[in-house]
């Protein structure tokens, strides 16, 4: 691969050489860390509205069957849909927090091969691209960089969705 082939995907990927070297060596460049503190900021902030927004279920529910009763539940056989709706609330978040271990510990996993495109499928004008027995959403601009070569895509699996580091040719 030459160096002008290097150029384009670090452009088109958005890396630098040092992601690259460092992905190579099972670490993350500086950059690299600053984006997966973002993201990691950012899931911990989601996690947390949707937390505040069952647990603020709950206390709603726990208001009407106070105002509607006089008091607050004290028999387990009064709050018996609750218990058996709670996990509704709850096991989504849990699902989610472990599916995002590998982006908690930055745990970089790597996947060589070609590109096998699935035509028709297109998600908020990202294609999902089967890379390696590994699926990827990428640009189109991307996906047509990958087209007639091998490549070794370096990415921290995610819970939405595997986040490409960096990308090398040969």
Same mark, same amino acid.
């Given at each position: ?6 150029? /384009?995907? /670090?452009?088109? %990927? ?21 984006? @997966? =503190? ?5 899931? !911990? ?7 505040? !927004?069952?647990?603020? #279920? #709950?206390?709603?529910?726990? %208001?009407?069957?106070?105002? =509607? ?6 028999? #387990? *056989?009064? @709050? ?12 989504? !978040?849990? @699902?989610? %927090? ?8 930055? =745990?970089?996993?790597?996947?060589? &091969? ?13 294609? /999902? ?6 699926? %990827?959403?990428?640009?189109?601009? /991307?996906?047509? *960089? ?16 595997? !986040? #490409?580091?960096?990308?090398?040719? &040969?």
């Amino acid at each position: 691969m030459t160096r002008d082939d290097t150029r /384009q995907l /670090q452009e088109i %990927f958005g890396f630098t050489t040092d992601g690259l070297y460092a992905n190579k060596s099972g670490t993350l460049s500086q950059d690299q860390k600053n984006k @997966i =503190k973002a993201i990691n900021k950012l899931t !911990i902030q989601r996690l947390s509205t949707t937390f505040f !927004i069952a647990i603020l #279920i #709950i206390a709603i529910g726990g %208001f009407v069957f106070y105002k =509607k009763n006089g008091v607050f539940p004290s028999d #387990i *056989t009064q @709050i018996w849909p609750f218990l058996l709706y709670s996990p509704i609330f709850f096991v989504p !978040i849990i @699902i989610y %927090f472990l599916r995002n271990k590998d982006l908690r510990e930055s =745990k970089i996993s790597s996947v060589s &091969g070609t590109l096998t495109p699935e035509t028709g499928k297109k998600y908020n004008a990202y294609n /999902q691209i089967n890379f390696g027995g590994t699926r %990827f959403y990428m640009t189109g601009v /991307q996906a047509e *960089t990958l087209k007639n070569g091998y490549y070794t895509i370096y990415y921290i699996k995610s819970a939405s969705g595997n !986040i #490409i580091l960096s990308v090398d040719g &040969g």
